[in-house]
């Protein structure tokens, strides 16, 4: 597989997931906005390591890591914003 395969796929891979991190949103229970807010994360992480590699090489992010990250920005939300309700509530 070619470099710019792979980044291809991490393209689609971000798009597809950040996709389901909105649908996930819109069910709008407290699970799938958990569920929405770290697909987004992920989804977003995982474009941003692959829209700004360093030089010469892709960063091999898994998705394990990009999880971990999506978790990470979630609590770290949740610790700023306690009661913060949706728009439309």
Not at 17 to 40: C, D, E, H, R
Request: charged letters at 10%; aromatic letters at 20%.
């Amino acid at each position: 597989m070619s470099e710019s395969d792979n980044y291809n796929n991490w393209q689609l891979f971000s798009a597809i997931v950040v996709l389901f991190g909105f649908l996930f949103l819109a069910l709008n229970t407290k699970l799938s906005n958990v569920i929405g807010w770290i697909l987004n994360a992920m989804g977003h992480f995982a474009c941003i390591m692959y829209m700004f590699p360093p030089p010469n090489q892709l960063y091999d992010v898994t998705f394990f890591q990009a999880l971990s990250i999506g978790v990470a920005l979630y609590t770290i939300y949740k610790i700023f914003f306690p009661n913060r309700k949706p728009p439309h509530e």
